[in-house]
T-cell receptor, first 113, second 115 residues
Framework: GDSVTQMEGPVTLSEEAFLTINCTYT??????LFWYVQYPGEGLQLLLK?????DKGSNKGFEATYRKETTSFHLEKGSVQVSDSAVYFC????????????FGKGTRLSVIA | DAGVIQSPRHEVTEMGQEVTLRCKPI?????LFWYRQTMMRGLELLIY????????DSGMPEDRFSAKMPNASFSTLKIQPSEPRDSAVYFC?????????????FGPGTRLLVL
């Protein structure tokens, strides 16, 4: 079945450091890919998405590119802030997107000043 | 818009009791999803609806779990009887089938503890 694998955490970085969280997927066809973020005690918020190969999703300084050849959707940010501390989930959905999300295990990021 | 609303936010109950979780999707959204988050299994789908009709309930753990969507603005997830292994955070999410509708919007979740 479809699955998402993302790097295990926790990840601890100093403020202004470069962030990469790896995500690879296994799926038939052409899924849509997402990064969701979960702040402490809150629900998941969409961070960015890409719906076809070579698309780049971006938001709040975060970027991820849909790479079909490597089945990857790695999340990057050039300079993290303390406020970026959260759990990040990579996810995919099939078809139109109004289908269930398949999530990775999540990566906890802590940014220290 | 108020976003997806879930209640209660926290629930503590004893094993064997009935638990009912509630969700109000974003107005105009025609898809509704129930997910469960645990440390062991991460986030997993329980059931989802389209236009109030259940489409896939294969993620519902067992007969103790049931979900309904009597109208477009309300859904319930019921556990009867509850067990300690049901302790988790339960999220409701909604989306719409129109252009750009592939984004699911999540509620704040209900944190359930079964003693």
């Amino acid at each position: 079945g479809d699955s998402v694998t993302q790097m295990e955490g926790p990840v601890t970085l100093s403020e202004e450091a470069f962030l990469t969280i790896n995500c690879t997927y296994t799926a038939t066809g052409y899924p849509s890919l997402f990064w969701y973020v979960q702040y402490p005690g809150e629900g998941l918020q969409l961070l960015l998405k890409a719906t076809k190969a070579d698309d780049k999703g971006s938001n709040k300084g975060f970027e991820a590119t849909y790479r079909k050849e490597t089945t990857s959707f790695h999340l990057e940010k050039g300079s993290v802030q303390v406020s970026d501390s959260a759990v990040y989930f990579c996810a995919l959905s099939k078809g139109s997107g109004n289908t269930p999300l398949v999530f990775g295990k999540g990566t906890r990021l802590s940014v220290i000043a | 818009d108020a976003g997806v609303i879930q209640s209660p936010r926290h629930e503590v109950t004893e094993m064997g009791q009935e638990v009912t979780l509630r969700c109000k999707p974003i107005s105009g959204h025609d898809y509704l999803f129930w997910y469960r988050q645990t440390m062991m299994r991460g986030l997993e789908l329980l059931i989802y609806f389209n236009n109030n009709v259940p489409i896939d309930d294969s993620g519902m753990p067992e007969d103790r779990f049931s979900a309904k969507m009597p109208n477009a603005s309300f859904s319930t997830l019921k556990i009867q009887p509850s067990e300690p292994r049901d302790s988790a955070v339960y999220f409701c999410a909604s989306s719409f089938s129109g252009q750009g509708g592939e984004t699911q919007y999540f509620g704040p979740g209900t944190r359930l503890l079964v003693l």
